[in-house]
């Protein structure tokens, strides 16, 4: 059922803003008829002067040509009144739009979240009062909303063996984090904090296999250790060279970014394109760095890696840190900006 009170209010402020909008439309009016009348009087009694006539118009036309009305009181006027104009029709469309969104069954979150980021930029204190309100009923309607989708998207997981959790809009998939936002008809699927799948049409089919795709690219890969580790440390000393770092302790973006690099066959070397380029996401790089480094913490040449903790600042960036994920759960890890290789 819709909020009756809510739309009592939004219909007072609809009433009144119309009016307004409709006496400053009155104003911008009456001024193009007030500047059309004066300069069509004036051409006319210019033209009647130019002519022997029996009345002298001289006095009138003199008077006429001093009144400075336009130059005075409509220019320095008129753009302040279009803005107002402009702005009072924003607001009144998307009162409209809002009222509109709260009578439908179930409420449009879609309708609703856009008229409410228009509302969010008005400086009206009534309209600020009115915000709180109906971002609760936003809020409201996609908890509803995500409910719904959540039972079915856990039972569609559920067949494939694959168990689900945490709460809507937010769902835990594993390792994966899966938000869903109705009102912009979108799902993102992270790995931990990292995006994998940005843009996911908000069906339970199209998340589903976003999910399937996403494992598939990133924990379903036939990565040997040994050679990683080894790609690993070399990164590690070129991103240290490159830095002309005498610090043991290099950074894991910087690691990260050489991998990469290093990874690229002989047809990007001598043609770098789109089309030559070997993709290797962080996504993919966050899991094997826990996999070899962590979990199997393999050594080369006698060497493991130690890793730092981000600082607040750092974990601020993605450029300065990597979240990696250590256990079962998205949520379920660490801060990461800086490595070093150490002895056993």
Not at 47 to 63: G, M, P, R, S
Not at 123 to 140: C, N, W
Not at 316 to 342: L, N, Q, T
């Amino acid at each position: 059922m819709s909020n009756e009170s809510l739309l009592l209010q939004l219909t007072t402020l609809i009433d009144a803003y119309s009016l307004r909008q409709k006496r400053a439309n009155a104003v911008q009016s009456s001024f193009k008829l007030v500047t059309n009348t004066h300069n069509k009087t004036l051409k006319a009694l210019r033209d009647y002067a130019e002519h022997d006539t029996t009345v002298d118009v001289q006095a009138a036309l003199d008077a006429f040509a001093r009144v400075r009305v336009k130059e005075e009181a409509i220019d320095p006027l008129t753009p302040d009144l279009r803005r107002e104009i402009k702005s009072l029709a924003t607001l009144v469309a998307a009162l409209k739009e809002s009222a509109n969104a709260l009578r439908a069954e179930p409420v449009d979150v879609v309708r609703l979240d856009k008229a409410l980021t228009a509302l969010q930029a008005s400086k009206e204190s009534a309209v600020a009062e009115l915000v709180p309100q109906l971002q609760s009923e936003l809020d409201l309607a996609q908890r509803a909303l995500g409910d719904e989708f959540g039972q079915k998207l856990r039972a569609a997981l559920q067949e494939l063996g694959v168990v689900i959790g945490g709460r809507p809009p937010k769902f835990e998939i594993g390792r994966f984090e899966l938000d869903a936002n109705f009102a912009r008809r979108a799902c993102t699927l992270r790995y931990g904090k990292d995006i994998v799948a940005p843009h996911v049409s908000i069906t339970v089919d199209a998340a589903v296999k976003a999910y399937q795709s996403a494992i598939k690219a990133i924990q379903g890969r036939n990565v040997d250790g040994a050679t990683w580790m080894a790609q690993l440390a070399d990164a590690y000393q070129t991103a240290q060279r490159k830095r002309a770092s005498t610090n043991s302790r290099v950074n894991i973006v910087d690691v990260y970014i050489e991998m990469v690099l290093l990874r690229q066959g002989r047809a990007f070397a001598s043609e770098p394109s789109k089309r030559t380029f070997t993709d290797y996401s962080r996504a993919q790089f966050i899991y094997d760095f826990y996999e070899f480094t962590g979990r199997q913490r393999l050594t080369h040449k006698g060497q493991v890696v130690k890793v730092h903790s981000a600082t607040k600042s750092q974990t601020d960036s993605p450029a300065k840190s990597m979240w990696i994920v250590e256990g079962d759960s998205p949520y379920d890890g660490r801060y990461i900006a800086d490595i070093e290789f150490v002895a056993e």
